[in-house]
């Protein structure tokens, strides 16, 4: 017996082979569909369609898995860091203490970013968002080392350990020079013998008579934080990532569009959003139900923002490990945040409410993660530069995905097309 699908259309039968994936998903491969019926398949938001096959994260989204590369996320949360975790995401595998050395010492070298690019800083306004300015200026990278972007995948691929080095060193580096250009403060630059965690806190707040010297509480926060963001497979940044990568582009112009896919406030802007929404409820002097209401009945375009996810219907695994660390870190700074009260509140009652049971809603990463970053320091219009900075060794792996397939084909989905049916023009005298 055939283990296809069978799909009728009107009197017609489609036989539709089926893909299994490592962990036993199954998907009904329909790519052949619309030669043989000329029918497409309609999927609006991609919630039902497999955009691609992948080796790098695998996600359950009813039973709350995360795992990259097989590794469950709780246990690289607790014993694993923000570089060891991005090698893993990159290369496939665990590194050994000597390709770790090699990957971390390839990070310091690459900090720095080139003296000519320190002027394209000065162009912007003081005001100008730090996600705008980071996603043009990983896009620039390729300008000043153009060996390393070709737009011939063959030739990117043969540096591309260089790459993305560059790409995950450069952008923290990237993401602290636009900080300090819009607080008008001098730039720092990187000190080649601090961790990656550390080395983004000194350029950040680090001043030229006072070192900041991050304590091992907040460098484990902020390892944590990162880790927890490296990667979550077709997301819409990551695809993003995929589609521009899918036409021949370069590293740098590929992920440079995931930074801006990942700007919006349904993506990685949430976490700015969820922090602007915990201080109006404190503001307001609500305890969070009256808000809880009104983000039920979508009064005033309000959702419980930090809540719900396309993905996962149980738990967000990433959303319990952030969650503990932020009272932890709070505890440990010895810092009382209103917001943390009111967030709890929230989840506590949201978790108990019909509206948010019925539709699988639960606290996601970003419901927690903007109190850590408060408490690190981090301003808030670089909390999704931050997400960023976490994200890029998941872009980065599937960018080589992509550039690897010798079969890879361009994404170039299908549409139903619903304007005005053929029309003839009229001159502009006779209209
Ligand atoms: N507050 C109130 N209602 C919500 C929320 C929310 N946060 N999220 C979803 N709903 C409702 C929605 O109104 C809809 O109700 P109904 O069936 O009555 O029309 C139902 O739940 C399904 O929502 P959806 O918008 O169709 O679900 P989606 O899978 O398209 O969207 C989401 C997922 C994450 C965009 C959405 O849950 C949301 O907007 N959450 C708030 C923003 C947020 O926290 N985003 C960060 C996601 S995690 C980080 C990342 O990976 O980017």
């Known amino acids: 017996m055939s283990n296809d699908a069978i799909l009728k259309i009107k009197d017609k039968e489609y036989s539709l082979p089926m893909i299994v994936g490592s962990e036993g998903e199954t998907a009904v491969d329909a790519r052949k ?3 043989q019926s000329g029918c497409i398949t309609y999927d609006e938001g991609y919630g039902n369609t497999g955009s691609c096959q992948s080796d790098v994260t695998y996600i359950d989204g009813e039973q709350g898995i995360l795992r990259y590369r097989g ?17 893993l ?19 310091n070298e690459n900090a720095s970013v080139h003296a000519r690019m320190l002027h394209l ?18 896009n620039s990278l390729g300008c000043y080392d153009p060996h390393l972007a070709t737009n011939d995948h063959k030739r990117d691929l043969e540096n591309f350990s260089e ?34 965690c550390d080395n983004f806190l000194h350029m950040m ?26 990667d979550h497979e077709q997301n819409c940044s990551t695809s993003t990532v995929r589609m521009v990568a899918s036409s021949g582009a370069n590293l740098f112009a590929s992920t440079a569009a995931g930074i801006c896919a990942l700007w ?10 969820v922090i602007q929404m915990l201080e109006s409820i404190h ?47 709070l505890d440990s700074l010895g810092i009382e945040d209103p917001c943390l009260d009111i967030a709890r509140h929230l989840e506590s009652a949201a978790l108990k409410d019909d509206y948010f049971i019925e539709r699988k809603l639960y606290p996601n990463v970003d419901f927690y993660s903007g109190i850590v970053m408060r408490a690190i320091g981090i301003p808030l219009n670089m909390f999704t530069v931050m997400f960023a900075i976490g994200r890029m060794p998941g872009w980065i792996a599937n960018w080589k995905e992509v550039a690897s397939n010798p079969k890879g084909k361009i994404y170039r989905p299908r549409q139903i097309y619903t304007g005005p049916v053929k029309r003839d023009y009229v001159s502009m005298e006779k209209r």
Request: aromatic letters at 10%; glycine letters at 8%; hydrophobic letters at 45%.
């Open 33 to 35: 569909l619309r030669n």
């Open 71 to 87: 590794y469950p996320i709780d246990q690289l949360a607790l014993d694993s860091d923000f570089v060891e975790t991005a090698f």
């Open 89 to 107: 995401i990159i290369y496939g595998d665990l590194p050994t203490s000597e390709e770790r050395a090699v990957f971390a010492k390839s990070l």
């Open 121 to 138: 800083f000065e162009g912007y306004p003081r005001d100008a968002h730090p996600m705008a300015i980071l996603s043009a200026m990983v």
């Open 163 to 196: 790459a993305a080095a560059i790409a995950i060193s450069k952008v923290r580096t990237i993401a602290a020079v636009s900080y300090r250009m819009s607080q008008g403060l001098p730039i720092i630059y990187p000190k080649i013998e601090l961790p990656y």
């Open 205 to 230: 707040f680090s001043d030229p008579y006072r070192e900041y010297l991050a304590t091992p509480e907040v460098s484990r926060a902020l390892n944590l934080l990162l880790l927890l963001h490296a």
């Open 264 to 273: 919006g406030p349904l993506h990685g802007g949430a976490n700015m959003a």
């Open 283 to 329: 503001a307001e002097g609500d305890d969070g139900s009256r808000f809880i209401e009104a983000a039920k009945s979508g009064t005033g375009g309000k959702r419980l923002m930090g809540f719900g996810h396309r993905v996962y219907k149980n738990f967000d695994p990433r959303a319990k490990i952030i969650g503990k660390a932020c009272e932890e870190l």
